[in-house]
Nanobody, 125 residues
């Protein structure tokens, strides 16, 4: 059974950093495309970053240059390093996995099948 579980959220001041982790079970990260999404109350879930098994990454314009997605296949863990955080980054962050490792697009929410429960990130000004 494929499952993903996020951790590492918390509260931080603007300009600070956090690293989110996503543990996988039932699959290997080198087999599937995976990504991070976020959502604030009253709005739709938006893309943040994605990565293919071969290491190709994609980022939303709002986080480029500040966030880095990476994966540790030996640990079956996906990471999202978030630097220079802004209050508008405040959201529930979700890890997601697709059924395949052959992905043309990485940042389309509808392409992802497996979702975690989310971890809250709060950035204060």
């Amino acid at each position: 059974q494929v499952q993903v579980m996020e951790s590492g959220g918390g509260s931080v001041q603007a300009g600070g950093s956090l690293r989110l982790s996503c543990a996988a079970s039932g699959f290997k990260y080198r087999q599937r495309c995976v990504g991070w999404f976020r959502q604030v109350p009253g709005k739709g879930r938006e893309e943040v970053a994605g990565i293919k098994p071969v290491g190709i990454t994609a980022y939303a314009d709002s986080v480029k240059g500040r966030f880095t997605i990476s994966q540790d296949n030996a640990k079956s863990t996906l990471y999202l390093q978030m630097n220079s955080l802004k209050p508008e980054d405040t959201a529930m962050y979700y890890c997601a996995a697709r059924k395949t490792g052959l992905c043309l697009w990485l940042l389309r929410r509808v392409d992802y099948t497996y979702w975690g429960q989310g971890t809250q990130v709060t950035v204060s000004s």
